[in-house]
């Protein structure tokens, strides 16, 4: 019976397939093929296909990794030619793409980091274990500040390389250089648990002067005025900060620097709201276009960011500190 009713649908299809042209046209190729394998051998079921043969061997396979691991910065083009000059077998990019991407290697741009020395990982390591079990009143009553530079122009360079998930900050996958420099405004400004200070913009570069007068006369010492003794200052150890008058202006100040191991970006929280004010002023519709433009978008953009965010950097001052002691030292994911 079932034999009979499976005959009499597949003898509408041939129907189908006979009536005209145009309705012959709209079956679907896989139709086709099921029916003339039904003329063939009675068996209307799926066919498994295995694709086409694979063009690497396991070997091959294994040879497009190492290489891959040995130079990182290798393109898919590059890995293609080693590995036709190597074995004789020849590939596209595509199928380096996917040979890397089953074993978690994939294509990214390395992180950028400052150079650390061996003196640098070993102050930055001893200032991590004494801050770590600091606690939040502590943290609370530091204010972190830096500068940073902002541009019309940014840094469009992209470099990609091999790398397996969860290895970005691994040395091999960094590449190690200083800030992207451009014309454009220097902005400084102070962050601290539950507040920040206003956004100071110049054109001009950072004096040990400019510091003292503009910096932590109008906008430091108000904050120190306003907690009392247990506030600390953190500043990072460029030049002009370190300068003699401003030195001598913290003491008349009674202002508590924190130490500071030197390049140290990554343990600064204040590093994030730079990102974070870069996005805002790259997202504005339509984007600052002139110099005067810009400064206007920094000082309106510094304002609006929630400082619920500005906070939650702030909290997490000893996660930062741990993952320092966990890189000994190093660079990490912050």
Known sequence: MEFTILTHICA??????????????????????????FQDDG????????????????????????TAKRNRRSTASDLSRQLSSATGTTVSRQTVYRRLGHIGLYARRPVRCLPLTATHCRLRLAWSREHALWTLQQWSCVMFSDESRF??????????????????????NTIERHR????????????????????HVQSVTMTGHIYRDAIMEQHVRLFRGAMGAEFLFMDDNARPHRAKLVDE???????????????????????????????????RQPPPTC????????????????????????????????????????????
Not at 43 to 58: E, I, L, M
Not at 249 to 276: F, G, K
Request: charged share 25%; hydrophobic share 35%; aromatic share 8%.
């Open 12 to 37: 509408h299809q041939q129907k189908s397939l006979l009536g005209s042209a145009s309705e012959a046209v709209r079956l679907k190729y896989e139709d086709v093929r099921l029916w003339q394998r």
């Open 43 to 66: 068996n209307v079921s799926r066919c498994y296909s295995p694709g086409r043969p694979r063009v690497t061997t396991p070997n091959e396979d294994r040879y497009l990794a190492v």
């Open 151 to 172: 541009s019309l122009q940014s840094d469009s360079r992209r470099t990609f390389i091999w790398r397996a998930p969860g290895t970005r900050y691994h040395q091999e």
């Open 180 to 199: 992207y420099g451009g014309a454009g405004w220097l902005a400084w400004g102070g962050i601290i648990l539950g507040s920040r200070t206003d956004l």
């Open 249 to 283: 202006c913290l003491q008349s100040e009674d202002i508590t620097r924190m130490d500071w191991p030197a390049y140290s970006p990554n343990l600064n929280p204040i590093e994030h709201v730079w990102d974070m004010l870069g996005r805002r002023i790259a997202a």
């Open 291 to 334: 110099l005067p433009e810009l400064r206007r978008a920094l000082l309106d953009e510094w304002c609006d960011i929630p400082q619920d965010q500005i906070d939650n950097l702030i909290l997490s001052m000893p996660r930062r500190c741990k993952a320092c002691i966990a890189s000994s030292g190093r660079h990490t994911p912050y």
